[in-house]
């Protein structure tokens, strides 16, 4: 069983900070991405941001610039520093990591979610 655990959501006024962690856990034997999605109300869920196991990355344009993601491989965790909020970031942020365990090969794996909220 794999657990993603997600925090450091929250509500912060515009031009703030927010950072986003995401822990796996489970049996896990090699995890190949891990990064967020993030899905407003009334829109489709959308790629925030990913990172690869060798360190390459990509963004959404809505936040290239201002939204920097890294993993601890060690630890198993993704984040999401998050600078320059806007209102239009509002949205519950998803956790995602495909990953490999004991018996399942590249398997894909969703947090909770954790709202962040920007106000005006």
């Known amino acids: 069983q794999v657990q993603l655990v997600e925090s450091g959501g929250g509500l912060v006024q515009a031009g703030g900070s927010l950072r986003l962690s995401c822990t796996a856990s489970?049996?896990?034997?090699?995890?190949?991405?891990m990064g967020w999605y993030r899905q407003a109300p009334g829109k489709q869920r959308e790629l925030v941001a990913i990172i690869r196991n060798g360190g390459d990355t990509n963004f959404a344009d809505s936040v290239k610039g201002r939204f920097a993601i890294s993993r601890d491989n060690a630890k198993n965790t993704v984040y999401l520093q998050m600078n320059s909020l806007k209102p239009e970031d509002t949205a519950v942020y998803y956790c995602?990591?495909?990953?490999?365990?004991?018996?399942?090969?590249?398997?894909?794996?969703w947090g909770q979610g954790t709202q962040v909220t920007v106000s005006s």
């Open positions: 489970g049996s896990i034997v090699s995890i190949n991405t």
């Open positions: 995602n990591a495909v990953l490999s365990t004991t018996t399942t090969y590249r398997g894909n794996y």
